[in-house]
């Protein structure tokens, strides 16, 4: 065993301080029990004989009094005390950790008393857990790999060989996987550590058992092979029971437990067993060829006082494939909780009975998974904690909500939410995926995966085999329904209307605006492990957010690799409609937020990872690197005025003016929600900004001399012709096209444009001055607007704004655009 450190020694002195001290006691408080064999009773032992208490920190001590021959007594009252007070009260032998200090603690009998001392250690919140104080004494080589499972074992039990200095707390859970580790490691450890943990190898109600005598005790020094002796008393079952398949046990010193056993026997009887057995399951395996079967062969369950998990299955012998099991549970759960803990441990039981191909604990995840899944099918709405206001299963539907990225197989700790669930693994959560398989396929599909594990060494591997086109169908479903935020709660199946569950799934957020900023883009996850999801909540609200683009980096590996990746995506329009869409084979996905059909308020992206591998793990990197981009560059329609002056090289003076009041929208049909533009292959809603046709009119002034003649016309206006011209955008420059001609155009920089307007309209000029100067003389406006030549493309300014000059030859065009959202 290691030395004791600084602050045990501290506690130590501080224990025998109070034990000198003299106080005065605490009100005492009544015991359960009448107190008619008061006068019988011969002695009175203590169990646990010592504790270390945290502040705010409970435990119960069992008073067990016996006669002169030994027999337990039943109808005893116990008067409690503890000197000094302040540290620690005492109410019916149930501790309660006040302030930092200690007590000793009197039982009185009859003429019988015990004592055992306590000490109370300082807690808060920030205060590490025993689980990971005893990892970093265990990495930092201040315990050894014995020692590291006992004090593991002793924590979960509040076994006071504890040593003071690793004492923290013990986050509630299921299942004392270090007492599943003590069983699988018994026979390989050393004689001491053997004779020290004997007794956890014991059920409770066996002599000799942690339980039933004051640790440490010199009794079972030498128990290296531990077994059970005669039954002493202490313990019963309850009588006539309604149930014939279980036996639960219970301390006849505390009759509250009685009460409890006889509504978990009820229970049992009445909704547990009939509704598990009716899914075509096995039965747990009966006891009746073990030596120690708790006196019959039912499944024996046993009401345990101070255990930290709220129940535990253990098998019988060192089988590890199936055997037969008995059960503990935490007396201290109220009704509620154990009606939902007795449920989870009697589906572990009914696990046992299958023969599995591998090793029952290698099958991990999906043990856990279908135990929970099992309380929500026998009690659909088991509300427990404060004020009853969360179903059971609930509390750990977090830690699968809050690791979504993980794998389905995945038990990893520290992503549950409530204090009730802390300590519990992911998998605890995973019930949430047999939920929705048992939903939409029916519960036959639960007990198949259960019966699959016979023949299959990988759980991963027996469930694909049972789900209706496998993994690579049920998963990506499966992770949508997962997302149970808006709009899909509001549907019939999702776990909101299923379950009423609130809790949504994990997902990054972004507020996409641009702020007035002229672009912005954004990386997204580019590495998913396998049988995983990720989810991105996108939210708009600037108007200035006009042209949005996402790009979907899984592409090549759905296309190409065939890799069973989907990307969904949900979309709220202005409106507050939702739009429900498969991604998966779109390269490119634009939105116009300034047409009214596409203007995106919140955008939900969902990546599913269906691959696995038979043991659990892997995953999957996007050919590309997935992103979400967006600028300011109207998509919908421009608005605006342009002029173009004509001064021909031939002209004394004067110029030919057109100013045009102009609107140049998109064409008809690509404000489609669900175009695809046929030139830019695997692309949804992306290109329809890329053509613009002209509306509205211009006024053309003419007014030059030219070889002594005067030319007029005007000022006269003209409707523009919806042919005569096109406004090219070219919002995002990383498209492409197979089509040479849109591809030329699609190479061009981003925010790139080029628009060319002209009118063939003739018109009759009025000829003036000397006698040759004869007219009419037929014009017609020409060009109207002309952007650019060559290579050189204008770009949208930082404002959005289209403006600026172009000189051709002899005439000037300048314009300014405005971009518009449709009203």
């Not at 119960?60 to 302040?86: H, I, M, N, R």
């Not at 939410?417 to 995926?433: H, P, Q, V, W």
């Not at 912005?520 to 600037?542: K, M």
Request: with cysteine.
């Amino acid at each position: 065993m290691p030395v004791v450190h600084g602050a045990s020694r501290l506690a130590l002195c501080l224990l025998l301080t109070f034990v000198l001290a003299c106080g005065s006691t605490t009100e005492p408080g009544p015991s359960p029990g009448g107190g008619g064999d008061n006068d019988k009773v011969a002695a009175l032992t203590l169990s646990p004989n010592g504790a270390t208490l945290l502040v705010g920190e409970s435990l119960t001590l069992s008073a067990l009094a016996v006669d002169a021959a030994g027999e337990a007594l039943e109808d005893v009252q116990v008067e409690w005390s503890a000197v000094p007070a302040g540290a620690v009260t005492v109410t019916g032998g149930r501790l309660e950790g006040v302030a930092p200090g200690g007590a000793l603690i009197t039982a009185r009998a009859g003429a019988a008393s015990a004592t055992l001392t306590v000490v109370v250690m300082p807690y808060d919140d920030s205060s590490p857990s025993s689980a990971e104080v005893l990892t970093a004494a265990h990495e930092a080589g201040l315990i050894n790999d014995e020692e590291l499972l006992a004090y593991r074992v002793y924590a979960a039990f509040s076994d006071p060989r504890l040593p003071i200095q690793y004492k923290a707390r013990v986050d509630p859970g299921f299942d004392a996987t270090s007492l599943e580790e003590l069983h699988q490691r018994f026979n390989s450890l050393s004689q001491p550590m053997q004779a020290a943990l004997g007794m956890y190898l014991l059920r409770p109600a066996d002599p000799g058992s942690w339980l039933n005598a004051p640790t440490p005790d010199a009794r079972l020094s030498s128990m290296a092979d531990p077994r059970c002796r005669p039954f002493s008393g202490g313990w019963a079952y309850v009588k006539n029971p309604s149930s014939s398949k279980v036996r639960v046990w219970y301390r006849v010193n505390f009759p509250n437990q009685r009460a409890q056993a006889s509504m978990l026997d009820e229970a049992i009887a009445k909704d547990i067993w009939p509704k598990l057995m009716a899914l075509g399951l096995k039965e747990p395996l009966t006891d009746q060829d073990v030596v120690c079967n708790g006196e019959g062969p039912q499944l024996d369950i046993y009401l345990v006082l101070n255990m930290a998990d709220r129940g535990v299955t253990i098998p019988e012998g060192w089988e590890t494939t199936q055997a037969a099991t008995y059960i503990l549970l935490d007396a201290d759960a109220d009704d509620a909780s154990l009606k939902g803990a007795v449920t989870h441990e009697l589906m572990h039981a009914i696990q046992w009975s299958y023969k599995t191909k591998g090793r029952q604990g290698d099958y991990g995840w999906i043990r856990d998974a279908t135990a929970n899944w099992a309380i929500d099918h026998v009690y659909p709405t088991l509300l427990v904690g404060s004020g009853q206001q969360q179903q059971y299963e609930h509390m750990f539907a977090g830690c699968f909500m809050n690791s979504p990225a993980l794998s389905l197989d995945s038990q990893a700790q520290g992503n549950c939410t409530t204090s009730a669930a802390k300590g519990a693994g992911r998998d605890y959560g995973a019930y949430l995926f047999f939920q929705y398989v048992a939903k939409k396929y029916g519960p036959a599909v639960v007990t198949a995966a259960l019966a699959k594990l016979t023949t299959e060494t990988s759980s991963l591997t027996a469930v694909d085999s049972v789900l209706p086109g496998g993994f690579e169908k049920v998963w990506p479903e499966f992770g949508k329904t997962l997302w149970n935020g808006p709009p899909s709660k509001t549907r019939a199946e999702s776990f909101k209307q299923w379950d009423n569950l609130d809790e949504n799934v994990k997902h990054g957020e972004l507020n996409a605006d641009l702020s007035g900023w002229p672009e912005a883009s954004d990386n997204i996850h580019d590495e998913l492990s396998n049988l995983a999801n990720r989810y991105y909540r996108i939210t708009f609200s600037d108007p200035g957010t006009r042209s949005v683009l996402f790009y979907n980096g899984w592409f090549k590996n759905i296309t190409d690799a065939k890799d069973p990746v989907k990307v969904f995506a949900l979309w709220k329009d202005e409106a507050g409609a939702w739009h429900d869409e498969d991604w998966s084979e779109y390269e490119y996905v634009g939105f116009c937020r300034d047409m009214k059909s596409q203007r995106v308020q919140e955008l939900v992206v969902i990546v599913s990872n269906a691959k696995f591998e038979p043991g659990g793990g892997g995953r999957l990197t996007a050919a590309e690197m997935p992103y979400l981009k967006r600028n300011n560059v109207g998509c919908w329609r421009f608005k605006g005025t342009t002029r173009s002056v004509l001064k021909g090289k031939t002209w004394s003076s004067g110029r030919k003016l057109i100013d045009t009041n102009v609107e140049l929208q998109v064409l008809g049909g690509f404000e489609d929600p669900d175009f695809e533009h046929p030139l830019i292959p695997h692309t949804k809603r992306v290109g329809s900004s890329m053509l613009m046709q002209p509306a509205g009119d211009f006024t053309l002034d003419v007014d030059y001399v030219s070889g002594g003649c005067r030319y007029t016309h005007g000022p006269t206006p003209y409707p523009l012709l919806a042919g005569g011209g096109i406004l090219m955008l070219n919002p995002f420059d990383e498209l492409t096209s197979p089509d040479p001609d849109t591809q030329d155009w699609l190479s061009h920089p981003s925010r790139s444009y080029t628009s060319a307007l002209a009118d063939p309209t003739l018109v009759h000029l009025t000829v003036s001055g000397g006698p040759d100067c004869r007219g009419p003389e037929l014009d017609m406006p020409g060009n109207v607007l002309f952007t650019d030549a060559g290579g050189t493309k204008p770009v949208v300014l930082p404002s959005g704004e289209m403006s600026g000059q172009y000189v051709d030859s002899d005439t000037t065009y300048s314009w300014i655009l405005q971009p518009q959202r449709q009203p």
